[in-house]
């Protein structure tokens, strides 16, 4: 089976001290993850050594990054490097979120540089991929989304292609009022698996994990987590609640 992951992403949210209640939260909260599970808390820069040093010894959880910068070093004020979260311990990286995408305008091909640069740091990088309302509604979604995988991810190696998280965003069902279901996420899956099947080839697409990061909660991560191509979720504001986040976890496969 596929590495299974609940994936947290805090964003810009919570205090120093309600980050911490929340990390006791969890830690105080009993998980029998399998050895094909695995728990992500992408926490804000300013907290990741914290939680690199509160979450150490407990097992499956590791912490990533929300973002990093192309370059190794330099004067890139306010930036991040691959060497310094890979000093704190941080094992994962977030690229080409959403928000990075149509709030700070990152294109394409400054992600693909921010992917090989993570994995030539030995840090995983979970890139991010999905289409808007006027895509969707045009129902070019599949081409949309195909451009993305090639022009940030092609360059790769199928080698180095193993070691690559995908997170498929429907930015038309996040804060829209529309809703994704089980199935229009399956289809999107599946179709990207096929598309890697196509560049890498059949063992690397079967051994791709794909998650799925459209409001995931836990009242619907169960459908969602039993479809066949959805590897977990990349989950927003439910992450924000250590109940609802115990409980997506406990819906992984």
């Known amino acids: ?65 929300q973002n990093c910068y192309a370059q190794k070093s330099g004067a890139f004020t306010g930036e991040t490097s691959l060497e310094m979260l890979v000093s704190l311990g941080v094992t994962h990286v977030i690229i080409g979120h959403s928000e990075r995408r149509e709030i700070f305008g990152e294109s394409n091909e400054l992600l693909a540089q921010k992917v090989s640069l993570a994995l030539e740091y030995g ?44 997170a498929y965003e429907p930015i038309w069902a996040i804060g829209t009022g529309k809703t994704a279901t089980s199935l229009q996420a399956q289809e999107m899956h599946a179709f990207i698996r096929s598309e890697l099947a196509t560049q890498f080839g059949a063992v690397v697409a079967d051994h791709t994990t794909i998650l799925y990061g459209g409001s995931v909660k836990a009242a619907n991560a169960v459908e969602l987590f039993q479809q066949p191509d959805v590897d977990g979720g990349l989950v927003g504001g439910a992450s924000l609640i250590a109940t609802e986040f115990a409980a997506i976890i406990r819906a992984l496969k």
């Open 1 to 65: 089976m596929r590495q299974q992951i609940a994936a947290a992403n805090w964003k810009m949210n919570l205090t120093f001290s309600q980050a911490d209640a929340l990390l006791q939260q969890l830690k105080a909260t009993s998980f029998q993850l399998t050895e094909q599970q695995q728990v992500l808390l992408a926490v804000p820069a300013p907290y990741l050594q914290y939680a690199v040093q509160q979450l150490a010894g407990i097992h499956g959880f590791q912490v990533a990054a």
């Open 123 to 166: 840090v995983t990088p979970v890139f991010c991929c999905g289409e808007p309302l006027p895509i969707r509604e045009a129902n070019t979604q599949n081409a949309f989304v195909a451009e993305q995988l090639k022009e940030s991810l092609y360059q790769l190696t199928a080698e180095q292609m193993q070691q690559v998280v995908i």
